[in-house]
């Protein structure tokens, strides 16, 4: 059984009530691991021109990707609750898929040095990417946000 505990949140000093340790559904868990794996294939798939542009740095961030996203699918996969590790796989898997996020919409804006052609070009793989990325940060809330099943938080 769970404990409820009152937590100060970020909206007006308001006090929130959520269960710590609340069970994670297995639909959410799978989904999340389903978006971590098509985020690694994304980056698999495209870090290869990487390495034939001769753009190492970038080349070498792709790998970091998927590998962390590699790891963090059986750690997602286990995470059957929202404490200690459990939440630690949440706030990793939310991270990554959000760093990857602002990594992806700088490159296509603003650009890195040696990939300036890449400014303007909303490729099909990188918008896939995203797409399983919003998905990883959206569950990732959730998850975090403590969903307050039969706990509301007081209305002013």
């Excluded at 098509?38 to 753009?55: I, S, T």
């Excluded at 939310?94 to 303007?120: C, E, K, N, Y």
Aim: charged fraction near 15%; glycine fraction near 10%; aromatic fraction near 10%.
């Amino acid at each position: 059984m769970s404990r409820v505990v009152v937590e100060a949140t970020p909206r007006a000093g308001v006090f929130g009530w959520r269960r710590v340790g609340e069970a994670v559904p297995v639909w959410v868990r799978a989904v999340t691991v389903i978006a971590l794996a098509g985020m690694a294939y994304c980056h698999l798939a495209d870090v290869g021109m990487k390495f034939d542009e001769h753009v190492y740095y970038m080349a070498a961030l792709f790998c970091c990707n998927i590998a962390a996203s590699l790891l963090l699918i059986p750690a997602v996969a286990l995470a059957g609750d929202t404490s200690g590790r459990g939440r630690l796989a949440w706030l990793a898997a939310g991270a990554l898929a959000l760093l990857t996020i602002a990594g992806f919409l700088w490159s296509r804006t603003v650009g890195f040095p040696q990939m300036a052609d890449h400014i303007g070009q909303w490729d099909a793989l990188g918008l896939a990417s995203v797409g399983f990325e919003l998905t990883v940060v959206a569950t990732s809330v959730w998850v975090l946000g403590g969903r307050s099943r039969g706990y509301h938080s007081p209305r002013r």
